[in-house]
């Protein structure tokens, strides 16, 4: 057995090295019951269970029925102790007679001992054995001792074997994390262990599942999350990532400020949502709102997007580009692609000849558009001056009309278009309209080096965008919706939707029409 792999229920489903086997005397015997001691939180009391034997089910089980039901639980005093009133009342539940009663109060007696002055929470004997002789005596035990209780029982503590644990608990204790690994798929970092089951419960009621219980504290430190994000992230069923915190005596906008340092030190490989309430809550929500983190990982539709549009710089940087990837900026292939559109911009700008009728110059202005841009509807028109960067991930519907000074970009720069940017059919803009769809690093090292990430923009259907609006990356504007003046967006906004402010809000909804 020893250097052995081994699965136990006990141990949830993990198969754990055997380093030590115990061995016992082996005893005769012809009845086996349950018995445990632990707290009836409900009376605020210790109290003695006991079960009749059973191979096919576990103690844990047992323990949580008999305190539901109440038919073998067997409460007593803190300050009284096991009165012989208590060893008479569970003598007479096992049905033994005078001569076994001792010698049931003397275990009683010894397993209370223990208990008090071991700081102990669960004492479980999975089995108390009736000898031929009819005393009784116990085949093992498990002691379940407060987490608390390591300075007071150093001797029990120096015992721990973390090898038998699991590795990520141990991990999160050392950096002062409460870490308990479940069954789902649904990470969680939340402030606070009753808010912590709340939000699995939460989980659990809009029918997923959390793979883990994490609670952080009041610790905000970059440190701290990093801590907590590895952790959850090192769990390969995680598929998404909650962090849920209350903000009280530590505020939410320090937490935020943690949230993003950790968050773009470390590769985040699933989505992670945010949920921040409390002192500073608003603040810390405008924080984070208007950071934007890279992909890990190329995204097949957009690259199968690209292939439809023309005037691809096609290199491996361009897929990290339209991917929501870090990429190198100064790859040729898009330092090419974007003096192709500044070429092309500075002809669709100062195109106005002495002789041109408004057909002529409407004519002109969309064979540039459609040489400049990666895909365009029909009977589009652009007021000058129009700055687009690469303009090959740009694409227009039908009948699009965008007052003066527009600028469609892919990344923070209003020159620079990098990110798909997807507008719909009969869609107006205002003058000063700028889409962003790119950002950088907030590591200095990273932008001197020229790298950039992004996220792309789409606009649906009949919309209009107010003058001076600021659209920023990774977002969706829903069809229908208006979108007031001097506004930036920096969340989706939902279809048939009035939307102003900065950060722009939804303030109304209109009714839906029928699609055309």
Not at 32 to 58: F, G
Not at 148 to 156: C, E, F, L, T, V
Not at 423 to 432: A, K, M, S
Request: overall charge negative.
């Amino acid at each position: 057995m020893l250097n052995r792999q081994a699965v136990s229920d006990t141990i949830r489903h993990r198969s754990l090295t055997v380093n030590q086997v115990l061995v016992s005397e082996s005893l005769i015997h012809h009845e086996q019951w349950h018995l445990a001691m632990t707290i009836d939180r409900e009376n605020y009391c210790p109290v003695v269970i006991i079960s009749k034997y059973d191979d096919n089910s576990s103690l844990d089980e047992t323990v949580l029925q008999s305190l539901r039901e109440g038919s073998s639980s067997f409460t007593f005093g803190f300050s009284g102790g096991i009165t012989e009133d208590l060893i008479l009342r569970i003598s007479k539940y096992l049905g033994v007679g005078s001569a076994e009663k001792t010698n049931i109060g003397d275990i009683l007696t010894n397993l209370y001992k223990i208990f008090r002055e071991k700081d102990v929470t669960l004492l479980e004997i999975s089995s108390l054995a009736r000898l031929n002789t009819g005393l009784f005596t116990c085949l093992d035990a498990t002691l379940v001792v407060d987490d608390d209780a390591a300075k007071r029982q150093p001797d029990i503590f120096g015992l721990r074997d973390t090898t038998q644990e699991v590795h990520d608990e141990v991990r999160a204790e050392q950096h002062g994390l409460v870490y308990i690994k479940m069954e789902g798929n649904i990470g969680n970092i939340v402030n606070g262990a009753g808010l912590a089951m709340a939000t699995n419960d939460a989980i659990g009621l809009h029918g997923g599942a959390s793979a883990n219980f994490l609670d952080a504290g009041g610790q905000a430190t970059k440190e701290t999350m990093i801590q907590a994000l590895g952790i959850v992230m090192g769990d390969e069923r995680v598929k998404a990532i909650l962090i849920n915190i209350y903000g009280g005596i530590t505020r939410c906008d320090m937490i935020a400020e943690s949230i993003i340092g950790a968050a773009q030190e470390m590769t985040l490989a699933v989505p992670l949502v945010v949920r921040l309430q409390g002192t500073n809550s608003t603040e810390g929500l405008k924080l984070i709102v208007f950071v934007v983190m890279a992909s890990t990982k190329k995204d097949p539709a957009a690259i199968e997007h690209a292939k439809n549009l023309t005037h691809i710089p096609w290199c491996e940087d361009y897929e990290k580009m339209i991917s929501g990837m870090l990429y190198n900026s100064q790859a040729p292939e898009l330092i090419e692609g974007r003096f192709r559109a500044r070429r092309l911009m500075h002809k669709y700008n100062t195109y106005f000849p002495d002789d041109a009728t408004n057909d002529t110059l409407v004519a002109e202005r969309e064979r540039l558009l459609n040489e400049m841009l990666g895909k365009i509807g029909t009977n589009p028109f652009i007021e000058t001056p129009f700055n687009v960067d690469y303009g090959c991930n740009t694409s227009i519907g039908d009948n699009f009309y965008a007052n003066f000074n527009p600028c469609l970009c892919g990344f923070s720069l209003v020159i620079l278009d990098c990110g798909m940017v997807t507008i719909g059919n009969r869609v107006l803009f205002g003058p000063n309209v700028s889409i962003f769809g790119a950002t950088h690093e907030t590591g200095i090292q990273s932008r001197r080096s020229g790298i950039e990430y992004g996220g792309s923009v789409t606009i649906g259907d009949d919309c209009w965008i107010g003058g001076n609006t600021t659209i920023m990356p990774g977002l969706t504007i829903g069809k229908g919706c208006t979108i007031g003046a001097g506004s930036v967006v920096t969340r989706s906004i939902p279809d048939f939707s009035i939307a102003i402010g900065s950060p722009a809000r939804v303030v109304k909804k209109v009714d839906p029409v029928p699609d055309l």
